[in-house]
């Protein structure tokens, strides 16, 4: 009876895990507009667009080994990527093969200030991560 409860429970929490991701990254998202607004009063929603330019952009200004975010999560974010300092190798970037992209606060927080310095030279919008996050989660 206990083992069957338990196997239940297991198989129900399954999707459950998968599916929790889109409501953390949701969040994410609705903080990163409440910043965007707040810097910017005309502020009408994120642009996955525009968060393709921010990926593919070579930009000036960073690290020489990563003019752009291509640098280390290469062209295709459904790809794995791999680090252009350390060659180590990066998981996919794309949220339809690893659905678990963008849905820890801290941990994104964490890479786009250290990605953002090393490709732009400087720390990324609210309005850049937004967009940023708007694309991946449609790749
Ligand atoms: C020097 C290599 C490198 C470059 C260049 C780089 N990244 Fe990353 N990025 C990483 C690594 C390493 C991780 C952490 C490992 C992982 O998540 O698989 C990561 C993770 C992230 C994450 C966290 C994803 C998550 O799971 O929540 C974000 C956001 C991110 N990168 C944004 C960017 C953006 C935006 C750019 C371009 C402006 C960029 N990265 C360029 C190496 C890089």
């Not at 409860?5 to 990254?25: D, N």
């Amino acid at each position: 009876m206990i083992r069957s409860v338990l196997i239940a429970a297991t198989l129900a929490a399954v999707p459950f895990a998968a599916m929790a991701g889109a409501p953390r990254r949701d969040a994410i998202l609705s903080d990163y507009a409440t910043q965007a607004s707040q810097a910017n009063p005309g502020f009408s929603g994120f642009s996955a667009q525009r968060g393709e330019l921010l990926f593919r952009t070579r930009w000036a200004g960073g690290d020489e080994r990563t003019p752009s975010c291509t640098a280390c999560h290469t062209d295709r974010p459904q790809g794995p990527g791999r680090n252009a300092k350390t060659g180590r190798p990066i998981e996919p970037v794309a949220v339809s093969v690893n659905p678990k992209r963008f849905t820890d606060m801290a941990e994104v927080e964490k890479h786009f200030s250290r990605d953002c310095k090393s490709v732009l030279g400087r720390p990324c919008t609210p309005l850049e991560k937004g967009d940023y996050v708007t694309f991946m989660a449609g790749q």
